[in-house]
């Protein structure tokens, strides 16, 4: 039985938590070291299980705390080397990775490590690269998507295969345009390279899921552009229009953003 959990999605820091029975990896270390511990001890988890970390990209809210973490417990951090030279580069990332623990990964590559077996593929963001991940484990498929610019054809496929999908619903279209950021912000923010709406969200699933789709947690919330049923009902309207109902078709869930989002276990 695989778990996931939540610690935190959003601008002020990423991360996620997926564990079998003998092996478990971090995606992104966006969020402080102190509180990844406290909230893997509140679900009765912990680091020490933690033999692999995956980077999705070169953003403070993605890896501020992924040196510390690397070094304190000596775990290898995964990523591109355009990423890893990000990262190097990041004010915001006080303690680095230390070198033996840089492994650099191919985005399209496959490979295995530990329990889990990986696919990476390209998601367009304005970043450093960004990096989706298809993880297999216990014939389980697991895919995540953040940051996403737009929904590419190699991407989508990803979505038809998944059983359990974690895909970013940044904005609400009406709450960027009237809202207070700044002209050139609004317009990055909604670029093919910036984040991806709830309308977006909404329209990739509706086209791309199929029957084998079993949950989906929307990520990434904008805490300025969105709001958490907003956003569930924008994606739930959409998936409606074209016939599919969520919570029978499959669950639909929305992550917190500075906050543990329970345990799920994906069977």
């Known amino acids: 039985m695989l ?13 996620y938590f997926l564990q079998t029975a003998n092996d478990a990896i971090l995606i992104d270390a966006g969020v402080g070291i102190r509180n990844i511990k ?5 679900y009765g988890l912990s680091l020490d299980r933690v033999h ?11 890896i ?42 191919k985005v399209g590559q496959h490979f295995a490590i530990g329990d889990f077996s990986i696919t990476t593929f390209p998601v367009p963001h304005d970043s450093c690269g960004n ?24 991407m989508q496929q990803h979505i038809s295969d ?14 960027l345009r009237t809202g207070p950021y700044p002209q050139h912000l609004k317009e990055r923010i909604a670029s093919g390279s910036g984040h991806l709406s709830n309308k977006a969200c909404g329209e990739a699933l509706a086209n791309y899921a199929t029957p084998a789709l079993r ?19 924008t994606v739930e309207m959409i998936l409606q229009s074209y016939g599919i109902a969520p919570g029978k078709d499959f669950e639909l869930d929305v992550l917190k953003r500075t906050l543990p989002t329970g345990i799920f276990e994906l069977l």
């Open 52 to 62: 692999h970390i995956l980077i999705t990209h070169d953003h403070a809210d993605h």
């Open 38 to 42: 406290k909230h893997l001890y509140n």
């Open 215 to 233: 949950h989906v947690w929307l990520c990434h919330l904008s805490e300025e552009n969105n709001h958490p049923e907003l956003a569930r009902k």
């Open 162 to 175: 998944a059983n359990y999908l974690v895909l970013e619903a940044n904005y609400d279209e009406e709450m």
């Open 64 to 105: 501020k705390s992924v040196g510390v973490i690397s070094a304190e417990y000596n775990i290898p951090v995964y990523t591109s080397v355009d990423v890893h030279q990000g990262i190097m580069r990041n004010y915001c990332v006080p303690k680095k990775i230390p070198s033996e623990n840089c492994k650099t990964i």
């Open 131 to 154: 990096i989706g991940y298809r993880i297999e484990a216990e014939g389980i498929v697991f895919c995540l998507m953040t940051d996403v610019g737009h929904v590419t054809e190699e």
């Open 3 to 15: 778990k996931f959990l939540s610690i935190g999605s959003g601008s002020s820091g990423n991360c």
